[in-house]
């Protein structure tokens, strides 16, 4: 099943509707037996983005911009219990934001 939460929600993310549908880009929140996942797409091309959102690859046209959205794509799903499934990462590809003492770090579904 595939929907997008209400903007009430907590699980609304104002980085994936907001800033990347103006770009063509959109991020896509499922659901199956009451899991909650979100295809991020484009937003991050590597694992270390999570811990430095600033470092940008170079299929980020517009840095600054590609910086605010992964940001607040962290802020929004950081330890939400919503799984990523980024469209970039290595095998398994798939895991969870957790705040760190330094910002932010992805664990993989294996490793969690």
Not at 29 to 56: K, T
Request: with cysteine.
């Amino acid at each position: 099943m595939i929907r997008r939460p209400p903007r009430s929600t907590p699980l609304y993310s104002s980085a994936a509707s907001d800033v990347y549908k103006r770009q063509g880009h959109i991020c896509i929140l499922i659901e199956s037996d009451g899991v909650l996942g979100v295809m991020s797409g484009d937003i991050f091309h590597h694992p270390i983005q999570c811990a430095e959102p600033s470092w940008n690859s170079c299929f980020c046209v517009d840095r600054l911009r590609a910086f605010e959205t992964r940001s607040r794509f962290l802020e929004d799903y950081a330890d939400s219990g919503v799984m990523v499934l980024p469209a970039h990462f290595p095998t398994p590809g798939v895991g969870w934001i957790n705040r760190s003492e330094d910002g932010f770090s992805f664990n993989f579904i294996y490793l969690s």
